[in-house]
């Protein structure tokens, strides 16, 4: 079956400085690709959509200078959270659809990301 | 806004006994409807999906049911096991976006009692 994968699996970092999550297609291509965010006993809230070759779609209240969103490759997005603070804490969730199969989407395994 | 919402936060249920797992929507383009497990720090995993043109559909000890008219779905889970214990999430999609982004209810957790 289709693979996802995350790098890294856990990040603590300090606060005000800058963090990157890798979300990779492994065995497929993906045009498009989904980063959520997780806080602990909640829900998965989609944060924004990745294109490969254009800008990310945002969802409101989501900040696009601080969730900066790279899709340079067919198999490649990565989110780059900027100038973390404690409350950016959570984990963090990318998904990626199969070419144009609407309805074929895969999850990776997450990243927990701790800001001290 | 539109929302996918759960009926129970926890539920409960002895090995071997059946689970039922319910999830209310309120969008009604929604056409597109999926159930997914997770595990304590891992991603969602795929159990089984079902499209707005059918009201039941059926997998390896999973039956998912879908009624458009209360805009409401159901996930059972037959002779649970412990390996079945996790959070359980409903997602929806429709055409609204254009996207097919995924909306995710609010979650519940399946506790299987050995």
């Known amino acids: 079956g289709a693979v996802v994968s995350q790098h890294p699996s856990r990040v603590i970092c300090k606060s005000g400085t800058s963090v990157k999550i890798e979300c990779r297609s492994l065995?497929?291509?993906?045009?498009?690709m989904f980063w959520y965010r997780q806080f602990p006993k909640q829900s998965l809230m989609l944060m924004a959509t990745?294109?490969?070759?254009?800008?990310?779609?945002?969802e409101q209240g989501v900040e696009k200078d601080k969730f900066l969103i790279n899709h340079a490759s067919l198999t490649l997005s990565t989110l780059t959270v900027t100038s973390a603070h404690p409350e950016d804490s959570s984990f963090y969730i990318c998904?990626?659809?199969?070419?144009?199969?609407?309805?074929?989407?895969?999850f990776g395994p997450g990243t927990r990301l701790t800001v001290t | 806004g539109e929302s996918v919402g759960l009926h129970l936060p926890t539920l409960s249920v002895q090995e071997g006994d059946n689970s039922i797992i319910n999830c209310a929507y309120s969008?009604?383009?929604?056409?597109?409807f999926i159930w997914y497990k997770q595990e304590s720090g891992k991603g969602p995993q795929f159990i089984i999906d079902?499209?707005?043109?059918?009201d039941k559909r059926q997998g390896q000890r999973v039956t998912v049911l879908l009624n458009k008219t209360v805009k409401h779905l159901s996930l059972q889970i037959a002779a649970t096991q412990p390996g079945d214990s996790a959070v359980y999430f409903c997602?929806?999609?429709?055409?609204?976006?254009?996207?097919?982004?995924?909306?995710f209810g609010s979650g519940t957790r399946l506790q299987v009692q050995p």
């Open positions: 997602a929806e999609t429709s055409q609204d976006t254009g996207r097919r982004a995924l909306t």
């Open positions: 998904s990626a659809r199969v070419g144009h199969r609407i309805y074929e989407q895969y």
């Open positions: 079902i499209r707005s043109n059918m």
């Open positions: 065995d497929f291509q993906a045009t498009t």
């Open positions: 990745s294109n490969e070759g254009s800008k990310a779609t945002y």
């Open positions: 969008n009604s383009a929604s056409d597109y």
